[in-house]
């Protein structure tokens, strides 16, 4: 038929920073319908976690003005991606059907199963859900009360702090070192400001055992514990190995330079669940946009029948809230490792507050302007040998 063109459908799966700021930008084209499943009505600001559950903020937006007017939102869990039938199935029993996969399901808590007792008396804070858990178990237990935080990442410290600040009397058990992505002198700082605040640092010590009243260390020795949170690791979920598709041993889509599946060209990943040769980039908001653009190019390249390019991200580091009136803001190289340089006290805060606030005006501004999105390049080696997608 004269004049028609045909329109192409894109399920995105997972509506997070990623997933959202991909949505949008892939309106760019208007021949493109754009699906959007999330099992949940709300956009949640997964940055803003611990303040929820210490209740000093809020981590959770309206999609209303987060996405263009012409995104489908399917608010529904995927169970399988049927990549024969080019469908994606639903939980509720339903299946979308699509030309393209944007795979944005984001990375969840990892509580271990080889810890006696963490699965059943720690709590973690990845995800919404578990953060609203926490927080109401948080409200049942007394101010002076122990509590322990397992995990000395930048998680593990910004729970601590929050806590601390709050009155909570905190124990942070690191495993290794406190804040390894961080500058010998950032750690310094950070140490600093967890000592003033009556925060119990435990460097080069692991949790071997939990239990509804303690933690068991694995060096021998157990400490008071009235509620432990888990901050120690992250997984992904498992949507794309049980959808038979190639993964790393996390779990993550295994994809070229361009976040096309190595086993599916039409298949694309974004931001956390997303594994480039074989080499994601850190788990982080500041990568999940870029991420989530760069998938939706690469969409739009294939659909407009040209070579997608290769991913490519600066760093420029990391900042880590210390309550609501401290922080460190470290800066980094581009390949993400630590400089000797950072900033700290209630600059940092700003700074931080700043940046989380700047992550969700940057996916509104995206849904108004599609294509506005920038971000820094040439950190990753771009070109890279890599394993090669299959188009098909």
């Not at 399988?80 to 080019?86: G, K, M, Q, Y």
């Not at 309550?323 to 390949?335: E, L, P, S």
Request: with cysteine; hydrophobic share 40%.
């Amino acid at each position: 038929m004269s004049g028609f063109h045909a329109r192409h459908k894109v399920v995105v799966i997972g509506g997070g920073y990623a997933g959202t700021l991909a949505a949008n930008h892939l309106r760019m084209r208007s021949d493109v319908d754009v699906t959007m499943v999330n099992p949940r009505p709300e956009f949640v600001e997964r940055i803003r976690l611990h303040q929820f559950v210490a209740g000093t903020g809020e981590a959770t937006a309206g999609y209303g003005t987060l996405l263009g007017a012409d995104i489908r939102l399917v608010v529904d869990s995927a169970e399988h991606i049927d990549t024969v039938a080019r469908e994606v199935r639903l939980a509720s029993g339903g299946a979308i059907e699509y030309d393209y996969v944007i795979y944005a399901v984001g990375s969840t808590g990892a509580i271990p199963s080889s810890v006696p007792g963490a699965a059943e008396f720690a709590f973690d804070i990845a995800e919404l859900e578990a953060a609203r858990r926490l927080r109401a178990r948080l409200d049942d237990v007394p101010l002076g009360a122990p509590v322990t935080v397992v995990g000395g990442g930048l998680t593990g410290i910004e729970t601590a702090a929050e806590l601390a600040e709050r009155g909570r009397r905190v124990t942070l058990v690191c495993g290794r070192t406190l804040a390894p992505s961080l500058s010998e002198p950032g750690r310094r700082s950070v140490a600093r400001w967890l000592s003033r605040h009556g925060v119990t640092v435990l460097e080069e010590t692991a949790v071997s055992e939990v239990g509804p009243d303690e933690v068991v260390f694995a060096g021998g020795g157990t400490g008071a514990s009235a509620l432990t949170v888990w901050a120690a690791g992250f997984g992904v979920p498992q949507l794309a190995a049980a959808s038979g598709l190639r993964t790393d041993a996390l779990g993550r889509l295994l994809t070229d330079e361009t976040l096309t599946s190595v086993g599916d060209g039409r298949i694309v990943a974004a931001g956390d669940a997303a594994s480039p040769s074989g080499r994601p980039l850190r788990m982080s908001c500041y990568a999940a946009g870029p991420l989530g653009a760069q998938a939706a190019n690469t969409v739009m390249s294939r659909i407009a029948g040209t070579d997608p390019v290769a991913i490519t991200l600066a760093f420029t580091g990391s900042c880590v809230s210390l309550g609501r009136r401290g922080g460190v803001r470290q800066f980094a190289r581009k390949d993400d490792s630590a400089m000797n340089v950072y900033f700290d006290g209630r600059m940092a805060a700003a700074y931080k507050e700043m940046t989380c606030n700047l992550a969700v005006r940057r996916i509104r501004r995206e849904a108004r302007v599609p294509g506005s999105y920038k971000w820094f390049r040439g950190g990753r080696r771009a070109g890279r040998p890599a394993i090669a997608a299959r188009a098909t």
